[in-house]
């Protein structure tokens, strides 16, 4: 079993930046590849980012170049820092958990996911 928390969400204007964490336990966060999700009301739930069990990233083309995906397995927290953030980032951003080492982006593949943190990008 592993908890996640996530923190870090706010208010900002356009074009700033915030940094989300993910902190785990129960369980060594190494074992696992992580991803974070973000949801707009209204919308499904969507793919952002993913960091493997080696740190081999990947995410979606919206936000290529702008947000980066890190671990600290040591500290067993994942990060998200976004920069040049956009009205259309708003959303709910949460982190889960998979034990696959493929690289997968369908949030039913994974395991555990913690409750969300709210984004929201003013124009």
């Known amino acids: 079993q592993v908890q996640l928390v996530e923190s870090g969400g706010g208010l900002v204007q356009a074009g700033g930046s915030l940094r989300l964490s993910c902190a785990a336990s129960g369980r060594t966060l190494s074992m696992y590849a992580m991803g974070w999700f973000r949801q707009a009301p209204g919308k499904e739930r969507e793919f952002v980012a993913r960091?493997?069990?080696?740190?081999?990233?990947s995410y979606v083309e919206s936000v290529k170049g702008r947000f980066t995906i890190s671990r600290d397995n040591g500290e067993n927290t994942v990060y998200l820092q976004m920069n040049a953030l956009k009205p259309e980032d708003t959303a709910v951003y949460y982190c889960?958990?998979?034990?696959?080492?493929?690289?997968?982006?369908?949030?039913?593949?994974?395991?555990?996911w913690g409750q969300g943190t709210q984004v929201t990008v003013s124009s």
């Open positions: 889960a958990a998979d034990r696959s080492t493929i690289m997968r982006r369908d949030a039913k593949s994974y395991d555990y």
């Open positions: 960091i493997s069990q080696r740190a081999s990233t």
